[in-house]
Nanobody
Framework: QVQLVESGGDLVQPGGSLRLSCSAS????????MAWYRQAPGNQRELVAS???????NYADSVKGRFAISRDDAKNTMYLQMNSLKPEDTAGYYC?????????WGQGTQVTVSS
């Protein structure tokens, strides 16, 4: 089993920034890929951004140019820098990590963008 713990969610005004963190209980260098997903009430969970072991990144069109995913395997942590936040970014944000023996999810952290 791998435990993933997200942090950094908060209430922020439109145009503001937040940085989410996802800390893993084992080495993230063993994860073949890591990703951030989000889910708003009444909506399906959607991929926000992903990053491979080699640092290849992928973003949902809705966040390109505003969000940046990164990982620090020395700290077993993945990040999501979110800038120029919009009300439609409001959602629970979930960390996902794929290892050879399975995929794992965190419990989520809430991001609310509102004035």
């Amino acid at each position: 089993q791998v435990q993933l713990v997200e942090s950094g969610g908060d209430l922020v005004q439109p145009g503001g920034s937040l940085r989410l963190s996802c800390s893993a209980s084992i080495s993230t260098s063993r994860a073949t890929a890591m990703a951030w997903y989000r889910q708003a009430p009444g909506n399906q969970r959607e991929l926000v951004a992903s990053i491979t072991t080699h640092g290849t990144t992928n973003y949902a069109d809705s966040v390109k140019g505003r969000f940046a995913i990164s990982r620090d395997d020395a700290k077993n942590t993945m990040y999501l820098q979110m800038n120029s936040l919009k009300p439609e970014d409001t959602a629970g944000y979930y960390c996902n990590a794929d290892y050879h023996w399975g995929g794992f999810w965190g419990q989520g952290t809430q991001v609310t963008v509102s004035s």
